[in-house]
């Protein structure tokens, strides 16, 4: 089936705002080719325009890479503490600073996220006013024009909506700059509280059909989404999230119209041959050996495989490793239901300190069979690989520990297939992001009713997706194909107690079933549960053998709910922009 990734050339010079140069106007930047009206204001035109703007989903472009990657492994994961930075300790310095919690406001990264969100605003805000030019002058249809315009205005949302949940801080009235096709970028400010407008864009997402025919593009299930996120993160708008979820659970299809609902198999939602399967709401479309020199594949993951040459993906760069409050997260009780206060008090036995030759024995204790398609441990077989075989996949274990990310990697099979050939690594893969999965829409949904003492709470949806976990054949098995490979036991809640009950087990349900896919720190923003819960993770992991190391100046504020502004934009905003700190 057709989907779209590819920027076409004529979108990216048309990219107008937020590059980081020498310019007036820190929102402005005069194109190095000029532009022909006449070309662009056709249909192929503006569709070349709003492909620009689809590219810029991955937060990826020439120039920006996995610094700013919307899958959120650094921003998302990384910082909620489901993983640590990996890697050694001295490389890709900012990526200690993030996960430290010493934000620093001239943080390149900070600044590379910030540039790769704008310049996607600037590309639909290009699409739109390409295309009411293109009605005006016949060459479009009002049909099409509208089409453009509400696929335009929903990515807009999302895009602004990336920024607010990055940079936005009530407390100060700091927030972040809006930019529509209307905007003055000389005297534009970030003291306006934009979420009414972030609504209406994503609302005008939500008007689009279900079938968009390409698999890349919004639709309206994509727009319910993101706006009852919106409505969630925001305003704390449970009753009106409920609505667009309930409906997106019960109506939702991906982007070419085909039903939306649980895989089958929780280990088949992350295998690329399945990526746009029937677990996707929404897949980033990524895609290798294309002529692009691996720029459309998984460039913001690049870093994130296991370190060992030879029989192990990726080759590089040992990054995004997971903690092990993470990995003990998985242990489940005589009932096979997850120990929600006391997770912590006893270990998934690791292989910190042993060199792969060395005596091991693995964890005898039940776990959660989807802990080992999250994570790479010693012994448990990795896709089809072999078996992980401990430090020996690891860049350095005395930095940050013992284990390895799985849910993005391919399979020893794909590799040639599904993986960039001839490049520094092959960890460009054609994995695409699931960015919104049936699971995720689920258990959203249950979030909103027991936020709001509603049905069952959220019972149902919470054991649908344990009832899916429990299925074993999807447990990870010995290269016999029969034997499991570990001690799976997972069962279903046979009620909730109370509201607090009901919501405290949504929660960690969140934890188990999307960890390692860039939600967790802003699931805690959501829930005003960064400080308490980082800070508690953060003293178990000190106790860790690389404890000291990983997490050495690290602490948790009130003011690390967000990030601080890039100070390159202020400083080329003339003082229009203020630091929302």
Not at 1 to 26: N, P, R, T, W, Y
Not at 381 to 404: K, N
Not at 434 to 450: N, Q
Not at 543 to 548: I, K, N, P
């Given at each position: 089936?057709?989907?779209?990734?590819?920027?076409?050339?004529?979108?990216?010079?048309?990219?107008?705002?937020?590059?980081?140069?020498?310019?007036?106007?820190?929102?402005?930047?005069?194109?190095?080719?000029?532009?022909?009206?006449?070309?662009?204001?056709?249909?192929?035109?503006?569709?070349?325009?709003?492909?620009?703007?689809?590219?810029?989903?991955?937060?990826?472009?020439?120039?920006?890479?996995?610094?700013?990657?919307?899958?959120?492994?650094?921003?998302?994961?990384m910082r909620g503490m489901e993983a640590n930075r990996g890697g050694d300790s001295g490389d890709n310095p900012s990526t200690h600073y993030i996960t430290n919690f010493v934000d620093r406001a001239t943080d390149p990264y900070l600044n590379i996220k910030w540039r790769a969100?704008?310049?996607?605003?600037?590309?639909?805000?290009?699409?739109?006013?390409?295309?009411?030019?293109?009605?005006?002058?016949?060459?479009?249809?009002?049909?099409?024009?509208?089409?453009?315009?509400?696929?335009?205005?929903?990515?807009?949302?999302?895009?602004?909506?990336?920024?607010?949940?990055?940079?936005?801080?009530?407390?100060?009235?700091?927030?972040?700059?809006?930019?529509?096709?209307?905007?003055?970028?000389?005297?534009?400010?970030?003291?306006?509280?934009?979420?009414?407008?972030?609504?209406?864009?994503?609302?005008?997402?939500?008007?689009?059909?279900?079938?968009?025919?390409?698999?890349?593009?919004?639709?309206?299930?994509?727009?319910?989404?993101?706006?009852?996120?919106?409505?969630?993160?925001?305003?704390?708008?449970?009753?009106?999230?409920?609505?667009?979820?309930?409906?997106?659970?019960?109506?939702?299809?991906?982007?070419?119209?085909?039903?939306?609902?649980?895989?089958?198999?929780?280990?088949?939602?992350?295998?690329?041959?399945?990526?746009?399967?029937?677990?996707?709401?929404?897949?980033?479309?990524?895609?290798?050996?294309?002529?692009?020199?691996?720029?459309?594949?998984?460039?913001?993951?690049?870093?994130?495989?296991?370190?060992?040459?030879?029989?192990?993906?990726?080759?590089?760069?040992?990054?995004?490793?997971?903690?092990?409050?993470?990995?003990?997260?998985?242990?489940?009780?005589?009932?096979?239901?997850?120990?929600?206060?006391?997770?912590?008090?006893?270990?998934?036995?690791?292989?910190?300190?042993?060199?792969?030759?060395?005596?091991?024995?693995?964890?005898?204790?039940?776990?959660?069979?989807?802990?080992?398609?999250?994570?790479?441990?010693?012994?448990?077989?990795?896709?089809?690989?072999?078996?992980?075989?401990?430090?020996?996949?690891?860049?350095?274990?005395?930095?940050?520990?013992?284990?390895?990310?799985?849910?993005?990697?391919?399979?020893?099979?794909?590799?040639?297939?599904?993986?960039?050939?001839?490049?520094?690594?092959?960890?460009?893969?054609a994995n695409g992001y699931r960015m919104i999965r049936y699971a995720d829409v689920l258990l959203l949904k249950a979030e909103c009713e027991a936020m709001l003492s509603q049905d069952d709470m959220g019972l149902g949806e919470v054991n649908a997706i344990r009832t899916r976990a429990a299925n074993p054949d999807g447990f990870v098995k010995e290269e016999d194909g029969a034997t499991y490979a570990?001690?799976?036991?997972?069962?279903?809640?046979?009620?909730?107690?109370?509201?607090?009950?009901?919501?405290?087990?949504?929660?960690?349900?969140?934890?188990?079933?999307?960890?390692?896919?860039?939600?967790?720190?802003?699931?805690?923003?959501?829930?005003?549960?960064?400080?308490?819960?980082?800070?508690?993770?953060?003293?178990?992991?000190?106790?860790?053998?690389?404890?000291?190391?990983?997490?050495?100046?690290?602490?948790?504020?009130?003011?690390?709910?967000?990030?601080?502004?890039?100070?390159?934009?202020?400083?080329?905003?003339?003082?229009?922009?203020?630091?929302?700190?």
């Amino acid at each position: 089936m057709k989907s779209i990734k590819h920027a076409s050339v004529i979108a990216i010079m048309a990219g107008l705002i937020l590059l980081d140069a020498c310019q007036e106007s820190f929102l402005e930047i005069t194109p190095n080719g000029l532009l022909d009206e006449a070309v662009l204001a056709t249909y192929e035109g503006v569709d070349a325009l709003l492909i620009g703007a689809y590219s810029m989903v991955d937060g990826v472009a020439y120039g920006f890479g996995w610094e700013s990657a919307t899958s959120g492994w650094l921003f998302g994961s990384m910082r909620g503490m489901e993983a640590n930075r990996g890697g050694d300790s001295g490389d890709n310095p900012s990526t200690h600073y993030i996960t430290n919690f010493v934000d620093r406001a001239t943080d390149p990264y900070l600044n590379i996220k910030w540039r790769a969100v704008y310049e996607g605003v600037s590309r639909c805000n290009s699409t739109i006013i390409t295309a009411r030019a293109a009605e005006e002058t016949g060459t479009i249809s009002g049909e099409e024009a509208v089409s453009f315009i509400r696929q335009a205005r929903a990515l807009r949302g999302f895009y602004h909506f990336e920024a607010w949940r990055l940079w936005a801080d009530r407390t100060t009235g700091a927030f972040v700059p809006y930019v529509d096709e209307h905007t003055d970028l000389f005297t534009i400010t970030n003291t306006e509280d934009i979420r009414a407008n972030i609504i209406e864009d994503l609302t005008e997402g939500t008007m689009l059909p279900n079938n968009m025919v390409q698999v890349g593009r919004f639709n309206r299930s994509v727009s319910q989404v993101f706006l009852a996120k919106a409505q969630m993160q925001m305003y704390g708008d449970y009753a009106a999230a409920l609505i667009l979820l309930a409906d997106a659970a019960a109506n939702g299809t991906n982007p070419a119209g085909q039903a939306a609902g649980l895989e089958p198999l929780y280990g088949d939602i992350f295998d690329i041959e399945k990526r746009n399967g029937t677990e996707s709401i929404y897949t980033v479309q990524y895609s290798v050996n294309d002529g692009s020199g691996g720029w459309n594949g998984g460039r913001g993951e690049v870093l994130n495989f296991p370190y060992k040459s030879g029989e192990s993906p990726g080759g590089c760069c040992g990054f995004f490793q997971p903690t092990q409050d993470f990995v003990n997260s998985f242990r489940t009780d005589a009932n096979g239901l997850p120990f929600l206060d006391t997770y912590n008090d006893e270990k998934v036995t690791n292989d910190q300190g042993l060199a792969p030759e060395d005596p091991f024995i693995e964890y005898t204790g039940q776990l959660d069979p989807r802990l080992d398609w999250a994570v790479g441990r010693r012994g448990i077989p990795y896709w089809d690989w072999c078996e992980h075989t401990g430090s020996d996949w690891i860049r350095d274990q005395r930095h940050a520990g013992p284990y390895s990310p799985k849910k993005q990697v391919y399979k020893k099979s794909q590799e040639g297939i599904y993986t960039e050939v001839g490049n520094w690594t092959s960890g460009y893969t054609a994995n695409g992001y699931r960015m919104i999965r049936y699971a995720d829409v689920l258990l959203l949904k249950a979030e909103c009713e027991a936020m709001l003492s509603q049905d069952d709470m959220g019972l149902g949806e919470v054991n649908a997706i344990r009832t899916r976990a429990a299925n074993p054949d999807g447990f990870v098995k010995e290269e016999d194909g029969a034997t499991y490979a570990a001690n799976y036991v997972i069962g279903i809640y046979a009620a909730f107690a109370d509201q607090a009950a009901a919501i405290k087990a949504i929660k960690f349900e969140r934890k188990l079933e999307l960890g390692q896919e860039g939600h967790r720190y802003y699931d805690l923003q959501r829930w005003g549960d960064v400080e308490s819960e980082l800070n508690r993770i953060l003293d178990y992991e000190k106790t860790m053998e690389w404890g000291s190391s990983h997490y050495s100046i690290a602490t948790v504020g009130p003011e690390d709910v967000n990030f601080p502004i890039p100070q390159r934009q202020i400083d080329v905003s003339n003082g229009n922009l203020i630091q929302n700190r």
